[in-house]
C-alpha cells in the first residue's frame, strides 16, 4: 500500500488495522516491521495520501477498492487441520465490509487463499449487505514480494496479475481498475489478466514451485556429502543451463517463511479435496525434503560432537528465516534449535534483527536451554560449535580468527548457509562441516547424515 501511495500521488490510501498499538507504531518513527526501504516510502507519503487508522467502518465506507490483507493461517483443529487455510478473519473482513458498505466496491484478495475463495466471499458479501443495489466486484491479486527485497520487487515486479470475472463486462470493468493503479508504475507487458481461479491458484503454484526448487538442491546436498561432490559447482552448472535458471538453488538448512511450507500444505490439500493423491503426495514430499534437511544438520552436528552435546554451548548464529528480514515464522532455527536441545545443549543465540521475546516465544518453554545475546562477541565466548542458521552479511565480515580463540577446542563451525570462507576457516584451525561439500576428514568418521 505504501509503494502503491509512492507512486500514485493522486490516490488516497489508507490502511485499516484493528489493533491500536499497531497502527500507533505505524504512525510513529518505528513501524513495527523492519524491511529494508520501507520506512522512507512510508515517511515520504504519511499525512499525504497515505493514512493508517482504526476507523475500519469509517474508511470501508468511504473507499471505492478495498485490498483484504488478513491472515490466512494453516488450520490448527477441525477439518484439514494442519493443511487447510484458515479463512475466519477473511471471512470476518467480508462482513464487515457488507456491514458498512452504501456504494458499490471492488474487493481485492492480497491474502493467499485456497482456489474458489472469491466465490464464498461474494456471497457472504452479497447475503449481508443491507444497502440496496450495492454491487461487489471481486478480483484476485496475489503479491509475489519477497521479504527483505521487497521495495525493490513492488516497484519493479516480474508480473503483476490480475484476477477476475473477465467473461463479463462488469467483471472486466474491475480488472481495469486496478489494472490502472498499477500502471502508474508498472510496463503494461507486465500486468497479466487471468480468470479469478487461476491466479488464485498461480499464487500457490509459484510458492510451491520456488519451494520444490530448494528441495531439489537441498536433496542433492545430501548426495553431494554422500560422494564428495560440491553442491554450489552443482548448482552453478545446472544454473547456467536457460531452461534451468540460476535463482533459488542455493542449498540451505532449510526454507523457511510464512508461506511456502503453509502453501505447499494448502495446494496438497486441495489436490485430496479433488481426489488427486498422487498429486498431493508429489507436493508433500517437498515439505518432507525440507524436514529431512533440518534434522540431517542436527544429526551432523551431534555426530561431529563425538555424539555428545549435553551441556555444550552451541552458538547460533542468525534466526531470522532468512537475511534482512526480522521474521522469525517458520524459521529452520527454530527446528535446528530444538533438535540440539534434545540432545542437552545449552543455546547461546544472536541474530541482528530478531528480538529476545520472538526467540523466547518461538522456542516455547525451552527458554532455561537459551540464552540470547545482543552481540555475537559475547554469544561465542567459550563456545564449543558456531552454527550459521541465516545468511547475515554481517557473519562474513567478523574476525574469525579472534573467534576461534575465544572457543573450545576443537571449535566447529557448521555452516548451514554456505556464506563463510571454508578454507580459510580450516587454515585458522576450525574443523568445518559446509552443508552439501565434501566432507572433512576429521568429520568423516563421524556416524552422521
Ligand atoms: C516467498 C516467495 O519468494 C515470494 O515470491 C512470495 O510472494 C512470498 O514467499 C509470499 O508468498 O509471501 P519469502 O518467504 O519472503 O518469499 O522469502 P524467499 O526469498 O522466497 O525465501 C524463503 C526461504 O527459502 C528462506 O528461508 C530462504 O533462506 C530459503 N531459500 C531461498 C533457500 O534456502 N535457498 C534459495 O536458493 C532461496
Sequence with gaps: MAMIALKCPHIRVTVVDLSQPRIDAWNSEHLPIYEPGLDEIVKACLGKNLFFTTDVAGSIAAAEMIFVSVNTPTKKTGLGAGKAADLTYWESAARTIAAVSKSNKIIVEKSTVPVRTAEAIEKVLQRNCSAPGVRFDILSNPEFLAEGTAMEDLS????????????????????????EVYAN????????????????????????????????????????????????????AIGMDSRIGAKFLNASV???????????????????????????DYWYSVVGMNDYQKSRFVK???????????????????FAFKKDTGDTRE??????????????????IYDPKVTDE??????????????????????????????????????KLYDWKEIYSVMQKPAFVFDGRLILDHEHLREIGFIVYALGKPIDPFLKSAEGV
Excluded at 555426530?303 to 554451548?313: C, P, Y
Aim: with cysteine.
Design 156 to 179: 519493479l515486479p516480474d508480473r503483476v496479475l490480475i484476477g477476475g470475472k473477465i467473461e463479463n463486462p462488469e467483471g472486466r470493468a474491475a480488472v481495469d481498475a486496478l489494472c
Design 185 to 236: 508504475w508498472v510496463p503494461s507487458e507486465r500486468i497479466l489478466r487471468a480468470n479469478l481461479w487461476s491466479a488464485e491458484l498461480s499464487k500457490l503454484a509459484a510458492n510451491a514451485f520456488l519451494a520444490q526448487r530448494i528441495s531439489s538442491i537441498n536433496a542433492m546436498s545430501a548426495l553431494c556429502e554422500a560422494t564428495g561432490a560440491d553442491v554450489a559447482q552443482v548448482s552453478r
Design 254 to 280: 532449510g526454507f523457511g517463511g510464512s508461506c511456502f511450507q503453509k502453501d505447499i500444505l494448502n495446494l496438497a490439500y486441495i489436490c485430496e479435496c479433488h481426489g488427486l493423491k498422487e498429486v498431493a
Design 300 to 318: 551432523r552436528v551431534v555426530s561431529a560432537m563425538f555424539n555428545t552435546i549435553r551441556g555444550k554451548k552451541i552458538t547460533m548464529l542468525g
Design 331 to 348: 524459521t529452520p532455527a527454530i527446528d535446528v534449535g530444538k533438535g540440539l536441545i534434545e540432545d542437552g545443549a545449552k543455546l547461546a
Design 358 to 395: 520472538q526467540i523466547a516465544q518461538d522456542m516455547e518453554g525451552n527458554t532455561e536451554n537459551i540464552t540470547t545475546f545482543k552481540t555475537a562477541k559475547e554469544a561465542l565466548d567459550g563456545a564449543h560449535a558456531v552454527c550459521i542458521m541465516t545468511e547475515w552479511d554481517e557473519f
